[in-house]
């Protein structure tokens, strides 16, 4: 490991993620500004708030006060990097059934024994006592820095590959910094992964946080690039409203094939364009939106896909775009291409052991 990255093992302190709070919302929030061409969007109803409600039917009186901001101050940022799928409201219960039992914490759920809350030292620690219960439903928690980046990984797997981890770290430092200085250098230089059994899909970007499904990954250990893909989605940052999904997937998959580090060892590819792809034409996304970006690249004009990235980011995108940047409609784009779809393509990829 070089000398100038860190990394700290089973250390974590969840105050760290309120970072990552307001740089989800800053990069969700949708603006005002509506170009010609375009359909305003209707904004989106904020996110509920997280509550606590306290069910005590205990003798001991508990100081409501120190609990609700030991919440405040913990529960909102796990919630942030558990996942933005876990629990907003929580129930804290207080029994006294238990006497050697202390507290424990899971998403929507807090319970908390009265004997050992009403003791002062407890209840003026509570907020370090919940961080500690939290932090219990992940498997570990490292923390990698590399010269101004840094890297939270959250495993939820106990079964997860650990050569996986590595691998996926080391991506993560060998492109992002590239993708943050080429694209959009107001992109944070703070990410947090997790790693998550109960997650069906492949991998997902929200905020400053990628989901990687366990599942998926152990059963397919090289493909590494899923970091390219949505270390690109944080990157782009595009917001609420700026263009289509398929325009933005397109490109992410257009990066990944420029910007990945071993695209051959996961066996993924641009596939040749088949009079099928003709349906949904540049609609269909991903990989084979890729490769028609590709071939804007190489044979329409070069660069223009990124010009297209920054009117995405800036919220100046519409149809008129494709025209006045190619001189033709996206549709015309399209069938010139479907016309002569060959390319020359390169793979990257990595000498493995």
């Given at each position: 490991?070089?000398?100038?990255?860190?990394?700290?093992?089973?250390?974590?302190t969840?105050?760290?993620?309120?970072?990552?709070?307001?740089?989800?919302?800053?990069?969700?929030?949708p603006?005002?500004t509506?170009?010609?061409?375009q359909t305003p969007?209707?904004?989106?109803?904020?996110?509920?708030?997280?509550?606590?409600?306290?069910?005590?039917?205990?003798?001991?009186?508990?100081?409501?006060?120190?609990?609700?901001?030991?919440?405040?101050?913990?529960?909102?940022?796990?919630a942030?990097?558990?996942?933005?799928?876990?629990?907003?409201?929580v129930?804290?219960?207080?029994?006294?059934?238990?006497?050697?039992?202390?507290?424990?914490?899971?998403?929507?759920?807090?319970?908390?024994?009265?004997?050992?809350?009403?003791?002062?030292?407890?209840?003026?620690?509570?907020?370090?006592?919940?961080?500690?219960?939290?932090?219990?439903?992940?498997?570990?928690?490292?923390?990698?820095?590399?010269?101004?980046?840094?890297?939270?990984?959250?495993?939820?797997?106990?079964?997860?590959?650990?050569?996986i981890?590595?691998?996926?770290?080391?991506t993560?430092?060998?492109?992002?910094p590239?993708?943050?200085?080429?694209?959009?250098?107001?992109?944070?230089?703070?990410?947090?992964?997790?790693?998550?059994?109960?997650?069906?899909?492949?991998?997902?970007?929200?905020?400053?946080?990628?989901?990687?499904?366990?599942?998926?990954?152990?059963?397919?250990p090289?493909?590494?690039?899923?970091?390219?893909?949505?270390?690109?989605?944080?990157?782009?940052?595009?917001?609420?409203?700026?263009?289509?999904?398929?325009?933005?997937?397109?490109?992410?998959?257009?990066?990944?094939?420029?910007?990945?580090?071993?695209?051959?060892?996961?066996?993924?590819?641009?596939?040749?364009?088949?009079?099928?792809?003709n349906?949904?034409?540049?609609e269909?996304?991903?990989?084979?939106?890729?490769?028609?970006?590709?071939?804007?690249?190489?044979?329409?004009?070069?660069?223009?896909?990124?010009?297209?990235?920054?009117?995405?980011?800036?919220?100046?995108?519409?149809?008129?775009?494709?025209?006045?940047?190619?001189?033709?409609?996206?549709?015309?784009?399209?069938?010139?291409?479907?016309?002569?779809?060959?390319?020359?393509?390169?793979?990257?990829?990595?000498?493995?052991?």
């Open positions: 490991m070089p000398n100038n990255q860190l990394m700290l093992k089973n250390t974590f969840l105050a760290f993620f309120a970072l990552f709070c307001f740089a989800a919302t800053a990069q969700t929030t603006t005002n509506t170009t010609a061409g969007q209707r904004r989106r109803v904020g996110p509920h708030p997280y509550t606590i409600t306290i069910l005590n039917k205990t003798k001991v009186k508990l100081d409501t006060v120190k609990v609700d901001a030991a919440f405040k101050a913990t529960y909102p940022a796990f942030v990097a558990d996942g933005y799928r876990t629990k907003r409201e129930t804290m219960r207080v029994i006294d059934t238990a006497k050697k039992f202390t507290i424990s914490a899971k998403p929507g759920e807090i319970v908390v024994n009265s004997r050992w809350i009403k003791k002062k030292d407890n209840i003026n620690r509570f907020q370090a006592h919940l961080q500690e219960a939290l932090h219990k439903n992940w498997t570990s928690v490292d923390t990698v820095k590399q010269g101004d980046y840094q890297l939270v990984f959250i495993n939820k797997n106990s079964n997860f590959n650990p050569v981890q590595k691998e996926l770290i080391e993560y430092f060998k492109v992002f590239v993708l943050v200085s080429t694209f959009n250098d107001k992109t944070t230089h703070e990410v947090i992964f997790v790693t998550d059994t109960a997650y069906k899909g492949v991998a997902e970007a929200s905020g400053n946080r990628i989901l990687f499904s366990t599942t998926y990954m152990n059963a397919h090289t493909d590494i690039d899923i970091v390219t893909h949505e270390g690109m989605h944080l990157v782009q940052g595009y917001g609420y409203g700026s263009g289509p999904v398929w325009l933005t997937e397109g490109i992410a998959d257009f990066i990944r094939y420029k910007y990945g580090v071993d695209n051959i060892g996961s066996k993924w590819s641009l596939p040749a364009f088949t009079a099928q792809h349906e949904k034409k540049y269909n996304s991903y990989r084979i939106t890729a490769r028609f970006f590709e071939w804007i690249d190489q044979k329409v004009k070069p660069g223009m896909i990124i010009q297209l990235d920054k009117e995405l980011r800036n919220h100046t995108y519409n149809q008129d775009t494709w025209v006045r940047l190619s001189g033709k409609t996206i549709d015309e784009l399209w069938d010139d291409y479907a016309k002569n779809p060959e390319l020359t393509l390169k793979y990257s990829g990595k000498e493995r052991i």
